[in-house]
């Protein structure tokens, strides 16, 4: 069964600061995808990067990067120089080729609260 | 245009009540997908439809019957929920099934049954 995990239910950094969010997840999958959503108070999840398993450079989008080690089967998302508008819980997920239950899992989520 | 469309925004309804959910996008995307996500908790999967047809349903009640009259509209009929029904609602959609460059997400609808 593919699982994902996410150990840290909150936290919260001050404005400008660097914060990583942990995930980890488990499969017996080759071909897959890992993702970082953000869902702000305005609750639309909007897909913040992506990650495809096949690939060892570690993707990054702006202000946003992952540490992706795909022999330890983590995949933590580092947000540098936090913004207020960072504020929002943080879901990691994972779905794989030939899913045929076509389902995204997803972590738990971290709840992430930048101070200003 | 790059979103998906949910409408309404807040819904309140009582339990012998009728309403549907809306949902539209106009990327092209072939897969349309229906989400149940209550607070703090991450979305859960309710139906999918590929190329207009319902390829999963995620052993839904029936009180919630999908519907996909074309390749950019989604709807959601619901009847005789109960108050446990009440939740967020997303749509989402991709270009493909698990095509790997996962889903755009509408901003839901917030749904109370009292």
């Known amino acids: 069964a593919q699982t994902v995990t996410q150990s840290q239910p909150e936290m919260s950094v001050q404005e400008a600061e660097t914060v990583t969010l942990s995930c980890t997840y488990d499969?017996?999958?080759?071909?897959?995808?890992l993702f970082w959503y953000k869902q702000p108070p305005s609750r639309q999840m909007i897909l913040v990067i992506r990650?495809?398993?096949?690939?060892?450079q570690n993707a990054t989008e702006n202000r946003f990067s992952v540490n992706f080690q795909k022999a330890a089967k983590s995949f933590s998302l580092k947000i540098s120089d936090s913004q207020l508008g960072d504020t929002a819980m943080y879901f990691c997920?994972?779905?794989?080729?030939?899913?045929?239950?076509?389902?995204?899992?997803f972590g738990k989520g971290t709840r992430l609260h930048i101070l200003p | 245009d790059t979103e998906v469309t949910q409408t309404p925004k807040h819904l309140v309804m009582g339990m012998t009540n009728k309403k549907s959910l809306k949902c539209e996008q106009h990327?092209?995307?072939?897969?349309m997908y229906w989400y149940k996500q209550k607070a703090k908790k991450p979305p859960e999967l309710m139906f999918v439809?590929?190329?207009?047809?319902?390829?999963i349903n995620e052993s839904v009640p029936s009180r919630f019957s999908p519907e996909c009259p074309n390749s950019s509209l989604l709807n959601l009929h619901l009847h005789a929920l109960q108050p446990e029904d009440s939740a967020l609602y997303l749509c989402?959609?991709?270009?493909?099934?698990?095509?790997?460059?996962?889903?755009?997400f509408g901003s839901g609808t917030r749904l109370t049954v009292v």
């Open positions: 989402a959609s991709s270009q493909n099934r698990v095509d790997g460059y996962g889903y755009t």
């Open positions: 499969t017996s999958e080759n071909n897959y995808y």
């Open positions: 990650q495809e398993a096949y690939k060892q």
């Open positions: 997920a994972f779905t794989y080729v030939g899913n045929r239950d076509d389902k995204i899992i």
């Open positions: 990327m092209g995307h072939r897969a």
């Open positions: 439809y590929s190329y207009e047809k319902l390829s």
